[in-house]
């Protein structure tokens, strides 16, 4: 992980455009996002789609609670308390699209059998996909005939960008980067194969339509998701007890937290991070991370930086809670600026065992 403003453009040079298609370069641009569209369902409702409800396990129970079971809700900015629900992963804006589903093989190593299944976060619910209704609709194959059990993120796009239009793209990446980062905390491993997306691999273990062919989602009921990580899951895993507690416990700090404490005399970097980001309140960090990629950069390396970033900051966010040294928040929605595009950043405050 390089740190930002290492390798600004030189004195009276224009620094580079990132190498990316026009749609997705303006996310890098100071442009303000458009007013807010409807984002879809919190959850996909598969069940409109022929998924019926089954025991979760205990051993699945704690994993994917402790992803998305959090307490309490979302406030808005007056203070009141808003209708959504607090999590352990954190989500740009609170926007939530990661949904999460689980292919398990022949010799799963579990008490599942081998099938298609999808975990309703707001319900705490998995329900088993119903194949032969699946290939009737022409949507899937049989499921994987290999041994193991798969854990695949995808995201609603809809649900980042109702919120921030043609920002969203970086976002449903740092969503689902945060997310992988949790299971990988949770289990206290990162050996675990992971496959990153979009890629017509992940799609095709998922079994679904491509998330563009959005008239054969919403013929079935259903609101059209990108997969963008697969996870093959250790023949015997567990959930550590003491990492699924400091991640449930774990809270981004206020927004007021940190302009509280603004100082008078600006560190540099924390001041660029806060210009660049567009968002005051950095200021008040006491200490700042962030990750950057360079201007002229190819699309590919663009890529590889986000998932890179994304997953460094979430597993510094989870480690810090953890160990109470430091409570962080994300920072993202950078311009690009001096020869750099900030892809994300940690705001950090003292924690309970730091002064």
Do not use: K
């Not at 059990?149 to 969503?175: E, M, N």
């Not at 992940?202 to 491509?210: D, Q, T």
């Not at 005051?280 to 890529?303: E, H, K, Q, Y």
């Amino acid at each position: 992980m390089t740190p930002p403003f290492a390798d600004a453009a030189p004195p009276g040079r224009t620094p580079p455009a990132l190498d990316l298609p026009a749609a997705l370069t303006r996310t890098t641009t100071v442009e303000t996002p458009g007013p807010p569209v409807p984002p879809g369902p919190r959850v996909n409702p598969w069940h409109v789609a022929g998924a019926v409800p089954v025991r979760l396990p205990d051993r699945e129970r704690r994993l994917l609670e402790g992803l998305w079971r959090g307490t309490g809700t979302h406030r808005l900015l007056d203070g009141t308390a808003s209708d959504i629900r607090q999590r352990p992963v954190p989500s740009a804006g609170a926007a939530y699209p990661v949904q999460t589903h689980l292919v398990v093989g022949r010799s799963g190593g579990g008490e599942l059998e081998a099938g298609r299944y999808v975990y309703d976060h707001e319900r705490a619910t998995l329900l088993r996909r119903d194949e032969a209704r699946e290939q009737d609709a022409g949507w899937t194959g049989p499921a994987a005939s290999t041994p193991g059990t798969r854990l695949i993120l995808t995201v609603q796009p809809g649900r980042s960008f109702g919120r921030y239009r043609h920002r969203c793209w970086p976002l449903w990446i740092a969503d689902v980067a945060y997310a992988l980062a949790a299971v990988e905390f949770l289990l206290a491993t990162r050996a675990m194969p992971v496959t990153l997306g979009p890629s017509g691999r992940i799609r095709e273990l998922l079994g679904v339509a491509p998330g563009a062919d959005h008239e054969r989602w919403l013929a079935r009921g259903l609101v059209p998701e990108i997969p963008l990580a697969a996870l093959d899951l250790p023949a015997a895993w567990t959930v550590a007890a003491d990492r699924s507690e400091a991640l449930g416990a774990r809270r981004s700090p206020a927004l007021r937290e940190f302009e509280d404490r603004v100082p008078r005399v600006r560190d540099r970097r924390t001041e660029d991070v806060a210009r660049a980001s567009g968002q005051g309140w950095v200021r008040g960090a006491a200490r700042v991370r962030a990750w950057s990629v360079a201007s002229g950069a190819s699309a590919p390396d663009v890529a590889t930086a986000l998932w890179s970033a994304h997953r460094g900051a979430a597993s510094e966010c989870y480690e810090a809670a953890r160990s109470g040294r430091w409570r962080c928040r994300p920072v993202s929605g950078f311009a690009a600026r001096d020869g750099r595009w900030i892809v994300h950043a940690l705001a950090m405050l003292p924690g309970r065992d730091r002064p």
